[in-house]
């Protein structure tokens, strides 16, 4: 059975090297190198890797004037187990990553890499996948599979326009099962049938200790936490035509793209204790409800996490999605505006939240700014299937599925739909 | 929030679209002396249309771009209250991605509007009854301009082609938002706020939309409304962002292609063409939709803009998930439920006010459209729309609906009339899904049949703030 992990990797750059990290990174992704190929991490041959980036955050000021010194955050979303992933990513990159780790604290040219990213890995506060399940390898050749079969019915249907379903599809079934290239479609990667029972089993005492602990939390915090709100001043941003220009230059390049969102957590433990539960909830949403493919009603979300970071001081957002900035900022705003305000009203500089997830990012175009304000550009970023979107993914692997399943007539007219 | 429109204020091509005054043409300008340019803005202001009257023989609009705003003397801080898109303009390195403006399209090709072409300041709309009164008044004007300089005129007469069609042979222009507060009335949760089209209103966040604002002077404080922020005034209110793009349509290699596409179907060669093209617009020549006709035109239908598709047609049997009409306006299809997605629908409206310019050429028929005298001409659309979001409307439909290869769960398909493959795909050409049963039919090597030749953003005031454009020191 095939799951998904996220890795983040969070680490101190030395005193004075974030401009030579800078270049270095620069690198990667600069002709006449490509991301894919080039040869300080290419990430094409790293076969765990699902989408991944180097994020630099750069030195910067807390809530109380302290300085928060400048790191490297390195992300990936892998097929796990953690130990093969890491072991790939070494064996094939280890020499960039060495380039890499050198400007950061705690590493030195030859120390062991595994041993210091591990060391330096940071938990996850709430993880999203959206194509659970399903190993990198797999969504390639279910894609590739998808295709062959399309050109397949082409050529069929020049043959014999007035071909029935069901001979239309025992054809496919057959050309499938008689090509060698395919026999990797009986592997399987889901969830064995005891993995399931299991699984159900947690959902319910899941939902049944949830639930009333949600409840009485709700029914502590209403109160104290209207009087912070009240007294919160939401911040006006005016956004700087340089800073947004370097973001959306390197924006609408491939099907997907990415968001870094990094923001001050609100003072007080209240905040914070709220911040992790919303979180925790989240994730069990992921993990429970959210499990095919939408988190909420949105289609378009690959994978995104929430960290929280330096102590609790801030919280960082990673996300891959289909489709433009805009248009995944409207859906937040359009079909998840209560599940974003509750996590990130606890952020400073938020728009006005009313009971935790009401009002907020309801106001769009405070939102929309807001959102800009604290996006930060992010250096290196790949995506191990860039033609691909979720629904793509999703409708791929119900072809894949339905080719070694009994059909009933309306299944078959269902199934040659995803074509 | 529920102010009454103020009809007086608004150009009145927001109101309507003059199809009465066929004859029409768009001067772009640039400005060459600020104090000149100022006074002719002056008496020129006393002319331009308002909302409240239907003009029967005339009608003058005036938009700025926003280098024309800065050369007419605006301020800095006040320059930087506009929209972003605005500030960059159409032809950015980042924008041509969103649009969809790239290979033959892309702004280094334009005649107008693009980085290699002469700066545009502003943008002249003049309409009339008939072409002689056009061309009396042109020439009037073309005299009167002082501290203006012509950069180029674009021509459209509607009454060269049958009413309300466009090259292509459609009838275009069916579907536009109803608008709360205006005249025209429908199911109320099918009108759309103001806001979204003029600022100064609500919109559909129930908010009202960002709007550029001055600080005070004596003539703003006289024309403006003023803002709770101390000592400023609103510019916007009453005024749009217009959207302005000349795409030419390429007839031939369109026709041609969809006879090419469906050679090995049964039918009659022009039966064949005339439903391929019809299945990626989503609506037969004479206007009628396909969700209520999937099998024939049926011209009794022409008007009809009374349908949706999660009932009616939820799978893209009759109308196809990739066709022009419902990508451009997907109307209850996208959920969560049909009426919510009506609601976020109601987020992405543009009002168009397009005319298509060039000769026309009344065939579906390949060997007589390439042996036409006027093949040779340029022809198209002179789209134009308005919008208070440029980001959130046009720039939404155009990238997330249009040149999105991945609408709805598609793999390679953008818009087969209006789209541009070369986008996030980076394919030569697109694919067009006809869903049908038992499996769908799958019409591979569609091109771009248009090219975009010209384009920039415009904003256009309302009366008062034109009047406190010319009146700036």
């Given at each position: 059975m095939i799951t998904h992990g996220a890795l983040t990797v969070y680490t101190k750059i030395k005193p004075g090297?974030?401009?030579?990290?800078?270049?270095?990174?620069?690198?990667?992704?600069?002709?006449?190198?490509?991301?894919?190929?080039?040869?300080?991490?290419?990430?094409?041959?790293?076969?765990?890797?699902?989408?991944?980036?180097?994020?630099?955050?750069e030195e910067a000021k807390d809530l109380k004037g302290e300085i928060i010194p400048a790191a490297l955050v390195f992300s990936s979303n892998y097929d796990k187990p953690l130990e093969h992933h890491l072991e790939e990513l070494v064996r094939i990159a280890g020499a960039g990553l060495e380039e890499i780790y050198q400007y950061c604290e705690g590493f030195e040219k030859g120390n062991n890499l595994i041993t210091y990213l591990k060391e330096h890995k940071m938990p996850c506060a709430a993880f999203y996948k959206g194509s659970p399940h399903r190993s990198v390898e797999h969504i390639r050749r279910e894609a590739q599979l998808r295709e062959d079969i399309a050109d397949f019915i082409d050529k069929e249907l020049k043959r014999d326009k007035t071909i029935r379903p069901r001979a239309l599809r025992e054809k496919i079934v057959r050309y499938v099962q008689e090509n060698p290239k395919y026999s990797w479609i009986d592997e399987k990667e889901d969830p064995s049938f005891l993995w399931k029972i299991g699984f159900f089993c947690s959902k319910v005492l899941c939902g049944m200790v949830l639930i009333p602990v949600a409840f009485v939390a709700a029914i502590l915090a209403a109160i104290p936490l209207r009087i912070k709100e009240s007294r919160d001043v939401p911040e006006e941003y005016t956004l700087e035509q340089e800073k947004i220009l370097r973001l959306v230059n390197e924006e609408d390049k491939i099907v997907q793209n990415q968001l870094t969102h990094l923001v001050d957590i609100k003072p007080g433990w209240l905040r914070l204790i709220t911040l992790k539960f919303v979180l925790f909830v989240i994730h069990l949403l992921a993990l429970y409800v959210y499990n095919k493919g939408r988190l909420g009603f949105i289609p378009s979300i690959h994978f995104a996490r929430w960290v929280i970071i330096d102590n609790g001081r801030r919280l960082l957002f990673f996300s891959n999605f289909d489709g433009s900035w805009e248009s995944y900022l409207g859906d937040f705003v359009d079909k998840a505006a209560e599940g974003l305000t509750s996590v990130w009203s606890n952020t400073v500089g938020f728009p006005k939240a009313k009971f935790l997830m009401f009002a907020g990012a309801k106001d769009e175009q405070k939102f929309k700014i807001w959102t800009r304000a604290h996006q930060l550009p992010t250096q290196v970023w790949y995506s191990a299937y860039k033609l691909l979107s979720v629904q793509n993914i999703q409708n791929n692997s119900a072809i894949r599925k339905g080719l070694t399943r009994k059909m009933s007539d309306k299944q078959i007219s269902e199934w040659l739909k995803r074509f | 929030m529920e102010g009454k429109i103020e009809f007086s204020d608004i150009q009145g091509l927001i109101v309507r679209g003059y199809n009465e005054l066929p004859a029409s043409c768009f001067l772009l300008l640039k400005i060459t002396d600020a104090v000149k340019a100022r006074e002719w803005l002056n008496v020129l202001s006393k002319e331009i249309t308002g909302g409240t009257t239907k003009p029967s023989e005339r009608a003058v609009h005036l938009a700025f771009t926003y280098p024309g705003l800065a050369r007419l003397g605006m301020d800095e801080p006040a320059l930087k209250t506009f929209a972003r898109e605005f500030r960059e303009g159409m032809d950015t390195e980042h924008r041509k991605r969103a649009l969809g403006d790239l290979g033959a399209s892309d702004?280094?090709?334009?005649?107008?509007?693009?980085?290699?072409?002469?700066?545009?300041?502003?943008?002249?709309?003049?309409?009339?009854?008939?072409?002689?009164?056009?061309?009396?008044?042109?020439?009037?004007?073309?005299?009167?301009?002082?501290?203006?300089?012509?950069?180029?005129?674009?021509?459209?007469?509607?009454?060269?082609?049958?009413?309300?069609?466009?090259?292509?042979?459609?009838?275009?222009?069916?579907?536009?938002?109803?608008?709360?507060?205006?005249?025209?009335?429908?199911?109320?949760?099918?009108?759309?706020?103001?806001?979204?089209?003029?600022?100064?209103?609500?919109?559909?966040?129930?908010?009202?939309?960002?709007?550029?604002?001055?600080?005070?002077?004596?003539?703003?404080?006289?024309?403006?409304?003023?803002?709770?922020?101390?000592?400023?005034?609103?510019?916007?209110?009453?005024?749009?962002?217009?959207?302005?793009?000349?795409?030419?349509?390429?007839?031939?290699?369109?026709?041609?292609?969809?006879?090419?596409?469906?050679?090995?179907?049964?039918?009659?060669?022009?039966?064949?063409?005339?439903?391929l093209a019809s299945k990626m617009m989503g609506r037969w020549p004479s206007g009628a939709p396909l969700v209520k006709c999937p099998f024939r035109d049926d011209p009794a239908y022409s008007d009809d803009n009374s349908f949706e598709f999660h009932f009616a047609d939820r799978e893209g049997l009759k109308c196809p998930i990739g066709a022009h009409v419902r990508r451009t306006n997907p109307r209850n299809s996208q959920g969560p439920t049909p009426k919510y997605a009506d609601r976020v629908n109601k987020r992405h409206k543009i009002l168009r006010?397009?005319?298509?310019?060039?000769?026309?050429?009344?065939?579906?028929?390949?060997?007589?459209?390439?042996?036409?005298?006027?093949?040779?001409?340029?022809?198209?659309?002179?789209?134009?729309?308005?919008?208070?979001?440029?980001?959130?409307?046009?720039?939404?439909?155009?990238?997330?609906?249009?040149?999105n290869s991945k609408f709805e769960g598609l793999y390679n398909d953008p818009d087969p009339i209006a789209g541009n493959p070369l986008g996030r795909c980076k394919a030569e050409t697109g694919t067009f899904t006809v869903q049908a049963e038992p499996v769908r039919t799958s019409v591979k090597g569609v091109p771009s049949f248009t090219t975009v030749i010209g384009g920039a953003y415009f904003f256009m005031p309302g009366l008062n703030a034109i009047r406190y454009l010319a009146s700036i020191r």
């Open positions: 090297m974030v401009e030579q990290l800078r270049e270095k990174l620069y690198e990667i992704t600069t002709p006449p190198n490509h991301i894919e190929t080039n040869p300080i991490i290419p990430f094409i041959n790293i076969t765990s890797i699902h989408f991944a980036r180097f994020v630099i955050l | 702004p280094v090709n334009w005649q107008w509007g693009g980085p290699e072409n002469e700066e545009v300041h502003m943008l002249l709309m003049l309409y009339y009854a008939n072409e002689r009164m056009l061309e009396d008044d042109y020439i009037v004007r073309l005299s009167r301009l002082n501290g203006v300089q012509l950069v180029q005129r674009i021509d459209s007469d509607l009454s060269l082609l049958e009413k309300r069609k466009e090259h292509f042979g459609f009838q275009d222009g069916i579907s536009q938002p109803v608008i709360k507060g205006f005249k025209k009335q429908t199911e109320p949760e099918l009108m759309v706020e103001p806001g979204e089209f003029i600022l100064g209103y609500q919109n559909e966040y129930k908010k009202l939309p960002e709007s550029p604002y001055v600080s005070g002077s004596e003539n703003a404080r006289e024309l403006l409304p003023e803002l709770k922020v101390g000592n400023t005034y609103d510019f916007g209110k009453n005024g749009t962002y217009l959207v302005f793009r000349q795409i030419s349509q390429d007839v031939l290699k369109f026709w041609k292609f969809m006879e090419d596409a469906t050679k090995d179907m049964e039918g009659t060669a022009e039966e064949k063409r005339v439903w006010r397009g005319r298509p310019y060039g000769p026309y050429i009344e065939s579906s028929d390949p060997k007589v459209i390439a042996s036409h005298p006027d093949l040779s001409k340029d022809r198209g659309l002179l789209f134009m729309c308005f919008n208070t979001s440029i980001n959130r409307q046009f720039e939404f439909i155009q990238d997330t609906w249009i040149n």
